[in-house]
């Protein structure tokens, strides 16, 4: 378990450790770190099952403005690990998350926050050209910072939270955690129906539904979809662009007819 708790804590520091959102953006989804904090607690698959729940539950969700309505890093690795320490039901594993994304959006202010310092140091580096020391300010203390506020914590639940977890689903009274499925059950919805929201054109819905209805009618899978919709894209594109280069020939083709009488007009004015 020490291993598994060390594994956590550098995947929830790097999660939200600015440097690594450089190397890959992968990080800010749930279902990504909680795939790797499965992986660092040894079952894949429940905790990809989990990740797969909280990342439909954020599947809409923007920081637009810089607002932060949840902070997906902290949701995804601490409702992944603390679903697989309660042995709970992968579909409870958005009631285990939204509390943690909510106390996230504090830890990512203090974050930012103290980042501010190591940067006004980094400016003072700057003006002295040590480019060394700005290096230094930029990388090495923001590692610390997350360290401090998001995998501490995560090593102390995968540590000693096991029993407690488990305790505390077993204190929870059945109606209750039934709510929670419930509730958990309507959260992939809501962030289907935030994401349709964004991107409800009248050229896309049509291709939404198609796929909604090859995958519950027909019976394909997301694959056989998938190489579907590639086809029928290709295939709208090529047509799209022959329709254009067809109507740009067309209409330089009616230029030329109708400046062919001007320059007429014009050889016979000149004579």
């Known amino acids: ?20 959102h450089v190397v890959t953006r992968t990080w800010l989804y749930p279902l990504w770190v909680g795939f790797l904090v499965a992986l660092a607690m040894g079952q894949p698959i429940a905790g990809m099952k989990a990740a797969a729940y909280i990342q439909l539950a954020y599947l809409g969700w923007i920081t637009a403005g810089g607002t932060m309505p949840g902070n997906l890093m902290v949701a995804g690795v601490f409702g992944t690990a603390l679903t697989l320490l309660s042995h709970a039901d992968p579909s409870l594993a958005v009631t285990f998350a939204v509390p943690f994304s909510l106390l996230g959006i504090l830890t990512w202010q203090a974050y930012m926050t103290l980042n501010s310092i190591w940067i006004h140091q980094g400016d003072k580096f700057l003006d002295q050209n040590n480019i060394r020391g700005l290096r230094l300010m930029n990388y090495v203390p923001s590692f610390f910072t997350s360290l401090v506020l998001n995998g501490i914590p995560a090593f102390l639940l995968v540590y000693y939270g096991g029993g407690w977890a488990q305790q ?5 009274p059945q109606p209750l955690i039934t709510a929670f499925q419930v509730v958990g059950a309507m959260m992939p919805a809501l962030g289907i129906a935030m994401l349709l929201n ?32 590639a086809i029928v894209g290709i295939a709208l594109y090529f047509f799209q662009n022959g329709q254009n280069s067809s109507g740009t020939s067309g ?21």
């Open 251 to 271: 209409r330089s083709g009616k230029v030329k007819d109708s400046t062919a009488p001007a320059a007429g007009q014009t050889a016979s004015e000149k004579e």
């Open 1 to 20: 378990m020490l291993v598994s708790a060390l594994l956590v804590a550098l995947i929830a520091t790097c999660s939200t450790w600015w440097f690594s």
């Open 168 to 172: 505390a689903l077993k204190a929870i």
């Open 198 to 229: 964004y991107m409800g054109q009248k050229k896309v819905i049509p291709f939404f539904f198609l796929g909604f209805f090859l995958t519950e009618y027909l019976k394909l899978d997301t694959m056989s979809i998938t190489i579907f919709a």
